[in-house]
């Protein structure tokens, strides 16, 4: 067993062993279900594991149901495959917190402006334009009702 995990851990560093290792500075945009959303992250992608990435993320919602919402939280990629030489695929996963505007109502405090946890995944396929420069587009699901399809940018530094 512990054999089978070496080997696993072997070839996902061998698949990555081109990335380029760093912080990262994420930017990107697409639609939640389907209204718009932006979001920002930094990262780490690590020298001893270039297969692995951990990242804060901020993103910002139109409105869905009443209000627009923001949402923060820590996620963590896995770069599964490399291959032509600049792509990549990877999965993501985010747990994150929500926050609506505070809408007309003035008077609302944050305990009544917390929406509850976001919990996500998804997939990714990765273009390298140059070694610090990729795009991405990502597919992500999870809960509350959340479907997301996204086209980001990443600079490694």
């Given amino acids: 067993m512990v054999t089978r995990a070496w080997v696993v851990v072997a070839l996902l560093a061998a698949s990555a062993a081109e990335a380029k290792p760093g912080f990262t500075a994420t930017a990107g945009g697409g639609v939640n279900v389907d209204t718009p959303f932006v979001e920002t992250q930094l990262g780490r992608r690590f020298v001893r594991a270039p297969f692995f990435e951990l990242f804060l993320d901020y993103s910002y919602n139109a409105t869905i149901s009443e209000f627009p919402f923001q949402t923060f939280g820590i996620g963590a990629r896995t770069y599964v495959f490399r291959f032509a030489q600049r792509f990549e695929l990877f999965h993501q996963a985010l747990a994150a917190f929500a926050i609506s505007g505070s809408g007309d109502f003035d008077n609302r405090d944050i305990g009544q402006r917390v929406l509850g946890a976001v919990l996500t995944q998804g997939v ?34």
């Fill in 124 to 157: 990714s396929v990765q273009a390298s334009i140059n070694p610090c420069w990729t795009v991405a587009l990502v597919v992500s699901t999870g809960t509350p009702v959340w479907l997301r399809p996204e086209l980001t940018v990443r600079f490694t530094f």
